[in-house]
């Protein structure tokens, strides 16, 4: 598979290494739709989406697939997407999320769940409709 040949490319495995040493990490979260960064930057296709959104996905946090109860397991593109995976994210002493807008407030509260996420950064509305609808439930 390309993902376990890239791997093993020395510069690559080199960057891998550094990000299991990182005590501080500042990523972003995604939305699955079709004008989501992955997909726009070819990392996954329109078709991608569908199957993720179908296995009950909701976003992307640094090109990991999260559901809205904040799992990742059994993504159906795992062997394929070159990222930082959850467990590396999960080992890394701060990670901030730097996100905001409405079409953003699902992801994030799914990110908030994942266990990964130390501190985020947002803007006063988008942190409003994250609190809001958290405290609907």
Same mark, same amino acid.
């Given at each position: 598979?390309?993902?376990?040949?890239?791997?093993?490319?020395?510069?690559?495995? *080199?960057?891998?290494?550094?990000?299991?040493?990182?005590?501080?990490?500042?990523?972003? #979260?995604? =939305?699955?739709? =079709?004008?989501?960064?992955?997909?726009?930057?070819?990392?996954?296709?329109? =078709?991608?989406?569908?199957?993720?959104?179908? *296995?009950?996905?909701?976003?992307?946090?640094?090109?990991?697939?999260?559901?809205?109860?904040?799992?990742?397991?059994?993504?159906?593109?795992?062997?394929?997407?070159?990222?930082?995976?959850?467990?590396?994210?999960?080992?890394?002493?701060?990670?901030?999320?730097?996100?905001?807008?409405?079409?953003? #407030?699902?992801?994030?509260?799914?990110?908030?769940?994942?266990?990964?996420?130390?501190?985020?950064?947002?803007?006063?509305?988008?942190?409003?409709?994250?609190?809001? =609808?958290?405290?609907?439930?």
């Amino acid at each position: 598979m390309t993902k376990q040949m890239l791997l093993k490319e020395r510069s690559i495995r *080199a960057s891998f290494e550094m990000m299991s040493r990182c005590n501080i990490a500042v990523i972003g #979260v995604g =939305e699955l739709t =079709e004008t989501a960064t992955m997909c726009t930057r070819g990392h996954i296709t329109k =078709e991608d989406i569908r199957i993720l959104r179908d *296995a009950g996905f909701v976003g992307d946090l640094a090109m990991n697939p999260i559901r809205e109860d904040g799992s990742w397991n059994d993504c159906p593109l795992t062997d394929r997407l070159l990222n930082a995976s959850m467990e590396c994210l999960r080992n890394i002493d701060n990670v901030i999320l730097v996100a905001c807008g409405d079409a953003k #407030v699902g992801a994030i509260r799914a990110a908030l769940k994942t266990g990964c996420i130390d501190i985020l950064i947002t803007d006063e509305t988008t942190g409003r409709k994250v609190l809001c =609808e958290d405290t609907e439930e």
